[in-house]
């Protein structure tokens, strides 16, 4: 069984792989960078990315933003308030979006003439993590709430990054955040990668965050992590999320 499992699993992500390869390729044709944002729930992913888009539009930049959940239109709705183009993927219980349905809405929904597309994967740090989007850059973001083990309990998430922020740094104080293991923590599953401190409440962070990914869509040499997404595994009462589920997942998309 566990074979078997196994080899659904890498059929599902070599899908995946050529799918994001062909979508990288015809958005580098369209000028467009996609920045595909990883993080745990509660991160304050959503609130810094809505600065960050609030931002490029005061600058008149031409961005986009696509946010995923499994349910509701919440932060769809947090997001537009930048005066940003924004679209809500609701994935039916899916853990994280895939190059396909990705694709389906760069084809059908991105603005013309939009070189900047923030994707805001499903807030987890083990599923979206395996998956690639046909992404520029890779941000893993972690709030100073979380603790500073925990680069080292999802490596192959902070192992994948091009870029990791550290959010609500206005609470490391009260939350006794040592930094220092933090970053050596960082550093010893993803040698020589940026850490980007970022405060959404005061807009710490905001600008820096813009002018990277504006430096990469406009062809900076990005940090080359050790790992490139690997397979997770869900145990056999997950086995059926890779068949079943991922076949319906496109009903679940708002269209």
């Known amino acids: 069984m566990c074979d078997s499992v196994d080899e659904v699993t890498r059929a599902v992500l070599a899908k995946n792989d050529g799918l994001a390869a062909g979508l990288r390729e015809a958005l580098a044709r369209r000028g467009v960078s996609v920045v595909n944002l990883l993080s745990s729930p509660g991160s304050g992913k959503t609130e810094l990315l809505g600065r960050v888009l609030a931002r490029a539009v005061e600058r008149s930049l031409p961005v986009a933003a696509l946010t995923a959940d499994l349910a509701t239109e919440n932060d769809a709705g947090r997001l537009a308030r930048s005066g940003a183009p924004v679209k809500q993927l609701l994935t039916d219980g899916l853990c994280h979006l895939e190059a396909r349905q990705l694709r389906g809405h760069v084809e059908s929904w991105l603005p013309e003439g939009t070189s900047l597309l923030f994707v805001e994967n499903v807030g987890n740090l083990v599923c979206p993590a395996s998956y690639d989007l046909g992404e520029s850059l890779r941000v893993v973001l972690m709030a100073v709430t979380e603790g500073e083990d925990k680069p080292?309990?999802?490596?192959?998430?902070?192992g994948s990054a091009h870029l990791v922020v550290l959010t609500k740094t206005d609470?490391?104080?009260?939350?006794?955040?040592?930094?220092?293991?933090?970053?050596?923590?960082?550093?010893?599953?993803?040698?020589?990668?940026?850490?980007?401190r970022s405060c959404a409440r005061t807009g710490a962070g905001v600008d820096a965050l813009l002018e990277r990914v504006l430096a990469v869509r406009d062809g900076?040499?990005?940090?080359?992590?050790?790992?490139?997404?690997?397979?997770?595994?869900?145990?056999h009462s997950h086995s059926h999320s890779h068949t079943d589920t991922h076949e319906g997942a496109e009903a679940g998309l708002v269209p």
């Open 171 to 196: 609470l490391a104080g009260p939350a006794g955040f040592d930094e220092a293991a933090f970053e050596a923590n960082v550093q010893r599953v993803n040698p020589g990668v940026e850490v980007l």
């Open 152 to 158: 080292l309990k999802y490596p192959t998430a902070f």
């Open 220 to 235: 900076a040499p990005v940090h080359r992590p050790p790992l490139a997404p690997r397979p997770h595994t869900h145990g």
